[in-house]
């Protein structure tokens, strides 16, 4: 895909963080034991025992005696430390979940005040008197004789987050992150607001860019054209949102003592494991190795369309009289054909979407109100996570709805462990789980395609994006720490250096002459750099682990899912080149290496599109 085209989806952040990550005494049960446990999609929710069964988050005043009695309470004993560490745990569990379903309800239906006044009252009323509670529940954990007895990898993990949280507080940035969150959530709304009309009939944008499949050339670039137009209305706008935000976040750095609100970010993430050092080889990876692949796949798409020029309305269209792929109809038919193809590679997987059908917990069709893009949602009380997403009936669609699937199934494994704190992954292996599913379940594609034609085709879509897809996630990491880097720049300054990165990276077989306007300003539609900061590069990295999984799926598919599984169902309990290691993954950022993975991408791409010999 062009970078005028993609959006990622996400794992939507839940708005409230209260670094106290819960905690449940193992007992005698050890990682060990958990490898060996069969799994199914029959959970249940965390049961009850310190807050009353029929509690409901109304206000701070009920809220703020369990903080009370926690902060208060004397552990003088090892079982004191542990039935504290089960009473936090739920405690947490039922305030995230709380603070999650706000923030999704919110995002189903952006035009509804009351659902948005509702995500507004917790962010700035609960949210900041939760925090310095937060802050001495965390040092209580630390200062106590008995956490030393807090044994093995996961604890080690788990309390260097803990210390990791204490050392970040500052109390005055917490009514500067009530507003971060509260503006962040304006973009949502913004775009939730965008539709164009296309022969005569409104669509919203994601709906819309199913024309950008259509052979009729002349129809693209018009709805090319119409879609850029009407981001560019909300320029302005969405220009402002930004420039408020990137304020108000060097302002939360510089409280912490950091030098910009990258070192900072870095540090809130919990990326212990690489620096923006690893980021920048990465970037610069991206460039060397991996963008002539992206210009060869462009230049034999342009073969292929019988064009003297490619142009980004034309990346995704197929030549004149082949049909497009229509892999189906409603959000009601993508779910069933997903759940069969979950089935069919583990019945476990299949069994997951299953109980998300039946618990309600799909929004997938798009319409206007909606917020953009697409993600997953853990629910860490009663399990079973949300899956949110704008289906307009695209091939896209399907990646996206395999994708979000992967996380789901990561939320499902993740459940079974006995620590509210180790269900909470880092995000680099959970875009493992999501991006691996839509690599694994290529094989099953059938049960979306009536003939082989069609499934070759769907599968050079897939093989192509997996690799076009890395320079877009350099260009948008790049941006993010120049910006940071240079939080006081101009709006001139910075259209002029998001143009001179989105130019390193843009294929020198797309055609993009003409579209200064539109580029200029690209950037607006990645939510990311609005609702996540930093939060991108986890896609690249987790990119080269999905490959690496699916080069041992294309050699022994059982094996390739039993690490899949064994990786996911460690949760939070290992550091990220650990979880790598479970999964029999490589965690490494190096040229060489990601040219051998891109290698083996091109070879696999190379085989569908190359007849079968029979």
């Not at 060869?296 to 003297?308: E, H, P, T």
């Amino acid at each position: 895909m062009t970078d005028e085209r993609w959006q990622m989806t996400a794992v939507i952040e839940s708005s409230v963080i209260l670094h106290l990550s819960s905690v449940i005494f193992l007992q005698s049960l050890t990682i060990n034991d958990l490898r060996h446990m069969q799994y199914t999609a029959n959970i249940t929710s965390i049961p009850r025992s310190y807050l009353p069964k029929n509690f409901k988050i109304s206000d701070w005043a009920a809220l703020e005696p369990f903080f009370k009695e926690l902060l208060e309470r004397p552990l003088q004993s090892k079982a004191d430390l542990e039935k504290w560490l089960q009473d936090v745990s739920e405690l947490e569990a039922v305030i995230s979940e709380d603070a999650a379903w706000r923030q999704i309800r919110m995002t189903c239906d952006t035009e509804n005040k009351e659902l948005e006044n509702a995500f507004t009252f917790f962010v700035t009323e609960i949210e900041p008197r939760m925090k310095p509670y937060a802050d001495k529940l965390n040092r209580k954990l630390v200062e106590n004789e008995y956490t030393k007895t807090l044994e093995g990898d996961a604890y080690k993990v788990y309390l260097r987050n803990v210390k990791k949280s204490i050392e970040l507080f500052r109390e005055a940035n917490i009514p500067l992150q009530s507003e971060i969150a509260v503006l962040a959530q304006q973009y949502g709304v913004i775009n939730g607001k965008m539709s164009v009309e296309v022969q005569g009939q409104e669509y919203t944008l994601q709906q819309a860019a199913k024309f950008l499949e259509n052979p009729n050339r002349g129809l693209r670039e018009e709805v090319y054209r119409k879609i850029q137009e009407r981001r560019l209305q909300d320029k302005e706008q969405l220009n402002d949102l930004f420039t408020k935000l990137i304020g108000l976040r060097d302002k939360v750095a510089k409280n912490a003592g950091f030098q910009n609100y990258r070192d900072y970010k870095f540090a809130d993430l919990g990326r212990f494991d690489y620096t923006k050092e690893d980021c920048f080889q990465f970037q610069e990876a991206v460039k060397t190795q991996v963008r002539p692949l992206v210009d060869f796949i462009y230049d034999r798409k342009r073969q292929k369309l019988g064009l003297d020029s490619l142009r980004p309305w034309d990346t995704e269209a197929e030549p004149e009289g082949v049909k497009l792929l229509t892999p189906f109809a409603t959000g009601e038919e993508l779910v069933n054909k997903t759940i069969e193809c979950f089935t069919r590679m583990n019945p476990f997987f299949g069994e997951c979407l299953t109980k998300m059908k039946e618990m309600g917990r799909l929004d997938l069709d798009s319409r206007k109100g909606k917020a953009p893009g697409g993600y997953n949602c853990p629910l860490p009380e009663t399990g079973a996570p949300f899956i949110f997403m704008n289906a307009a009936g695209q091939m896209s669609d399907v990646t996206t709805m395999v994708h979000e699937g992967g996380h789901a199934i990561h939320s499902f494994l993740a459940h079974e462990l006995p620590l509210t704190a180790f269900k909470e992954y880092p995000m680099e292996i959970a875009e493992v789980a999501s991006m691996t599913m839509e690599l694994f379940s290529m094989d099953y594609w059938d049960v979306f395609f009536d003939n082989e034609e069609d499934l070759q085709r769907a599968k050079q879509h897939q093989l192509e994006r997996v690799i076009t897809i890395f320079p877009w996630i350099a260009t948008i990491d790049k941006f993010q720490h120049w910006v940071y880097e240079n939080p006081n720049h101009t709006l001139e300054e910075r259209e002029e250096n998001w143009r001179s990165i989105l130019n390193d990276y843009t294929s020198i077989a797309l055609d993009v002459s003409g579209l200064e306007e539109y580029r200029k300003f690209s950037w607006q539609r990645q939510l990311h750099l609005y609702e996540v900061p930093f939060y991108y590069i986890e896609y690249g990295i987790a990119q080269l682990g999905a490959i690496g999984l699916w080069k041992q799926f294309k050699e022994d598919k059982d094996k390739a899912i039993n690490n899949y599984i064994n990786a996911l169902k460690l949760g939070g309990t290992k550091t990220l080149p650990q979880l790598y290691e479970a999964a029999g993954l490589k965690f490494s950022f190096s040229p060489d290496y990601i040219s051998e993975l891109m290698l083996f991408v091109q070879g696999e791409m190379e085989k569908v599109t190359r007849p079968a010999v029979k």
